[in-house]
C-alpha cells in the first residue's frame, strides 16, 4: 500500500482533493489547524493544514509526525499557493522546486515524481508577502528564483531532521511577478478600510482582492488535478 502525506498552509489549497479523496478530520492541531485521512484505492493519505509561516508548519508538522507516526513510509509532499517571482510565469502554472532557500538555508528537494510541470527550479521561502518591489529585489539577487512562498523551508527542516528522503514540492502560481497584493487589512475588515482610505485605491485593492481569490480557487482546482491523476497512476 503506497503511504502519502500532503501537507498545505491553508485549507483552502486542499479543500478540492480532500473533498475528491473523501478524506475524514481525526484531529485539530491547536484548535486551528486539521488534519485528514483517507483511504483510496491502495492507498493510504494523511491530509495536513500546517498553518502559514515558518513556525506553524515547523510545529504542525512535528506535531502530526509524532501523534500519527508518520515516517519514513510515507511519501511527503508539500503544496498550495506560490507567488511568482520568474516574470513568464503566469497563474495556473504549477512549479516543481529542486531547491529551497530561506532563513540563510539552502536545500536540495529529491523529489519522486517523472511527472512534467510547467517548471523546475528554485523556490525562496519568505517570512512575510512579497510585493513587487520585493521579488524584483529578490531576482537581481537570485536570478535562478522561480517563485517565493512561506512554508518550504520548515518543511524541508523537518524532512531532514526527521531523515525523511521521499519528498517533494509542488506549488501554484497565484499571482504574477507585477501583480500588487490587496493590504491584508481588506481581508480583515473591508468596512473600514473603505472608510479610512482614499475610495479610489480601495476599488483596486477590491479589484485585485477578488483577482486573487479567483486565482486561489482556480489553483486548488489545478492542485486538485494534478494529485488526483498522480494518486491514479501509483
Same mark, same amino acid.
Given at each position: ?20 479523496? *473523501? ?30 509561516? $515558518? ?13 500519527f507516526g ?18 513568464? &510565469? ?31 527550479? &528554485? ?27 512561506? $512554508?518550504?523551508?520548515a518543511f ?25 497584493l490587496p493590504?491584508?487589512?481588506? &481581508? ?20 485585485? &482582492? ?6 486561489? *480557487? ?12 498522480? *494518486?491514479?497512476?501509483?
Amino acid at each position: 500500500m503506497m503511504k502519502t502525506v500532503i501537507c498545505s498552509a491553508l485549507y483552502d489549497e486542499i479543500s478540492p482533493l480532500i473533498s475528491r479523496f *473523501h478524506a475524514q478530520k481525526i484531529d485539530q492541531y491547536k484548535n486551528r489547524y486539521p488534519v485528514f485521512h483517507c483511504f483510496h484505492k491502495a492507498h493510504e493519505i494523511y491530509f495536513i493544514v500546517t498553518g502559514m509561516g $515558518e513556525k506553524n508548519t515547523g510545529k504542525s508538522l512535528s506535531y502530526s509526525i509524532n501523534k500519527f507516526g508518520l515516517d519514513k513510509k510515507f511519501n511527503w509532499i508539500l503544496t498550495g499557493y506560490a507567488g511568482a517571482v520568474a516574470p513568464d &510565469l503566469v497563474r495556473g502554472d504549477l512549479i516543481l522546486p529542486l531547491e529551497v532557500r530561506g532563513f540563510s538555508r539552502s536545500y536540495r528537494v529529491p523529489g519522486f515524481t517523472e511527472r512534467p510541470l510547467n517548471r523546475k527550479g &528554485l523556490l525562496f521561502c519568505v517570512d512575510r508577502l512579497y510585493h513587487p518591489e520585493d521579488k524584483k529585489k529578490l531576482s537581481g539577487e537570485y536570478p535562478e528564483t522561480l517563485a517565493v512562498d512561506m $512554508e518550504s523551508a520548515a518543511f524541508c527542516r523537518v524532512m531532514q531532521e526527521r531523515s525523511i528522503g521521499n519528498f517533494f514540492i509542488c506549488k501554484v502560481i497565484t499571482d504574477g511577478s507585477r501583480f500588487i497584493l490587496p493590504d491584508v487589512d481588506l &481581508l480583515k475588515d473591508p468596512l473600514i478600510v473603505c472608510c479610512f482610505r482614499s475610495p479610489l485605491r480601495t476599488i483596486r485593492q477590491m479589484k485585485n &482582492l477578488l483577482l486573487i481569490r479567483r486565482a486561489m *480557487h482556480r489553483g486548488s482546482k489545478r492542485l486538485a488535478d494534478f494529485f488526483g491523476e498522480f *494518486h491514479e497512476d501509483q
